[in-house]
């Protein structure tokens, strides 16, 4: 999963990305985009690594995309996000940084500090974006209807998904409201529009807020949590030793981090699955409400190809049971055919033959 991390001037984006990737950005690096891919932590793929204790342990990844801070007071400003839209319309999941707190050093950004107003303003670029996208698509095909063309079946049914999109979004709606069917899903897939991907916010606030109730969810978001980037970066140079303690004393059970990185999956609507067995344990990322075999394909072709069953058991019931050769004696292993919908948590072994 790719996830981009986007923000306004001062608002901490870059300090995030530094907290979640270890990865340190000059200041003369802060023009262009980098990348880090992250390791989800995850107790139950240690759990299943010390049960089986494989040659190889794989855990799910995200890779951050951290896209250089761009101010919408001007048309200059707006044209530098322009030219980052390529790499902020391949992410699966939008993170904006919304500046939350007061500091003396730190000048605001429009001499605000105001996570509604900064909100809005980039929900409002998400949809001239979006439509200025729209509305050159629209043009384009409006012209080839004018031409003959075996295509005019194609194009018809795509101008009236695009239609709708612009109506929606001339309302500040967000694109995914009215793209109801899958079929229309795919046809304008390739737009990769931004108000159809989902939005995690994220509240940069001061460090004696970090430990505050999670907040509220804003409108067309998806998540939202708090946390204070500046501490979050000190906490990521600590050793692993070193960090409970830390946490404890700022209130927090749970690293920024962590919880981040479960809300982009949550907001990307993708849940874990796990295999496992002597040579590796692994744990695997795929979109809720696949299938068996959607996910024997995920592993590999061949496994898709040559399908027989899937046995499968819920690792909580792995856990109460011990050990496999237990889960099967106590009923908890099933075996499932192409259709049955892998639940989270599912440890899963693909019976095949090709």
Known sequence: ????????????????????????????????EHVGVVQVADERLDYLTTLYKPKKTTHATIEF?????????????????????????????????????????????????DPSADLTELWEEFVYAD???????????????????????????????LQRCQEALEKSQAISTVLTSEDERKTLASFAFLTETPWVVVYNVSEDHA???APEVPEHAHAAIALCAETEAEI?????ADRPAFLEDLGVTEPARDRLL????????????FTVGDREARAWTIRAG??????????????????????????????????MRSAKADGKVRQEGKTYIVQEGDVILIRFNV
Do not use: W
Request: overall charge negative.
């Open 1 to 32: 999963m790719r996830a981009a991390i986007i923000g306004l001037p001062q608002s901490g984006k870059t300090t995030l990305y530094t907290a979640v990737t270890g990865q340190q950005v000059d200041a003369g690096e802060m023009t262009h």
């Open 65 to 113: 995309v951290d896209v250089p801070g761009f101010s919408l007071e001007d048309r200059h400003g707006v044209e530098e996000f322009k030219r980052h839209l390529p790499a902020v319309r391949q992410a699966d999941v939008l993170v904006s940084v919304i500046r939350d707190f007061e500091s003396n050093t730190v000048p605001p950004y429009r001499n605000r500090v």
């Open 131 to 161: 439509l200025d996208a729209v509305t050159t698509r629209i043009d384009r095909i409006e012209k080839a209807l004018k031409k003959p063309s075996g295509s005019h079946d194609a194009e018809k049914r795509e101008l009236l998904a």
């Open 211 to 213: 430990s505050d109730a």
């Open 236 to 240: 990521a140079q600590l050793s692993e």
């Open 262 to 273: 479960h809300s982009c999956f949550a907001a990307a609507g993708l849940i874990t699955f």
């Open 290 to 323: 696949s299938s068996a075999l959607d996910v024997a394909g995920n592993i590999h072709t061949d496994l898709a190809r040559g399908f027989i069953r899937a046995e499968t058991v819920a690792l909580s019931d792995l856990r109460a049971a011990g050990n």
